[in-house]
């Protein structure tokens, strides 16, 4: 658990995830030096933002989406921009990588299905961010600044973008990625021994791991933060 007197610099120590993490916030020297419980006192919304997220990456049970949609849409929207980049130039290049390596050693049956597996997972993934990148987060950060700014382009936005709706991205926001990549992590677990090349095995294993802890607190926020709030919206504009 996150411990009051703990400073977020040692906290983050602690697990080589978070460190990861605090590169998607401005964090400087000093916030590091800072106790968890002086940055839910003060007034910094990154720093709240950021100590709300870690608490998810810690115990998936403790992500509170009652907290985290106090937050600002335009701080979660940008969350989840750098963290799909993230996926997209250090994560998948990696678990290509290490897929590599391990066909290197380890040509049998085994590893040319994780590569049809993981090629397939990729796809599903970057066809699922493609959406969301293009025609969902330039939506709810027009209907952010619309009601914002009260203006009257809603009408024009919906002529331009066509019917588009956040119920529509509640129904075909799909798991078909998280359900690919379980296959993974257990098509994996299962297969340890046929594989020779046990540190690129365990490497790969942690790798896909880690992606999966990410993504789950990812599409969480996604899913019980972004749309809900941007649909309460969406229902104000129109009313
Ligand atoms: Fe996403
Ligand atoms: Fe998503």
């Known amino acids: 658990m996150l411990g009051k007197t703990q400073t977020l610099g040692d906290l983050i120590s602690t697990d080589y995830l978070f460190k990861l993490i605090i590169k998607r916030f401005e964090v400087d020297q000093d916030d590091l030096q800072k106790s968890i419980s002086t940055i839910r006192k003060e007034n910094n919304v990154d720093l709240n933002f950021l100590t709300e997220i870690l608490i998810a990456f810690e115990d998936i ?5 009652q907290k985290l949609a106090e937050f600002p849409i335009k701080l979660v929207v940008n969350y989840l921009r750098k963290t799909h980049h993230y996926y997209i130039s250090k994560k998948l290049p990696e678990l290509e990588q290490t897929i590599y390596h391990l066909k290197q050693k380890n040509n049998n049956p085994t590893v040319q299905v994780l590569l049809h597996f993981f090629n397939d997972y990729k796809r599903s993934l ?3 961010i493609e959406v969301e990148e293009n025609e969902l987060f ?3 950060l027009f209907l952010d ?3 914002s700014e009260k203006t009257d382009k809603v009408e024009a936005y919906y002529k331009e973008f066509g019917n588009i709706s956040i119920e529509t991205f509640m129904m075909e926001h799909d798991h078909e990625h998280e359900t ?3 296959e993974i992590i ?8 046929n594989l020779n090349d046990q540190l ?3 490497v790969l294993l942690t790798q896909f791991q880690a992606l999966n802890k990410d993504l789950r607190v990812h599409e969480k926020l996604e899913e019980d933060v ?3 709030k941007a649909q309460l919206l969406e229902k104000l504009l129109q009313a």
């Open 180 to 182: 690919r990549l379980k």
């Open 145 to 147: 600044y619309a009601s």
């Open 138 to 140: 330039p939506y709810v």
């Open 200 to 202: 690129s095995f365990k």
């Open 61 to 65: 049970n403790s992500f509170s989406s």
């Open 186 to 193: 257990n098509y994996l677990a299962a297969r340890e021994k």
């Open 126 to 128: 970057l066809e699922h």
């Open 226 to 228: 972004l749309l809900p």
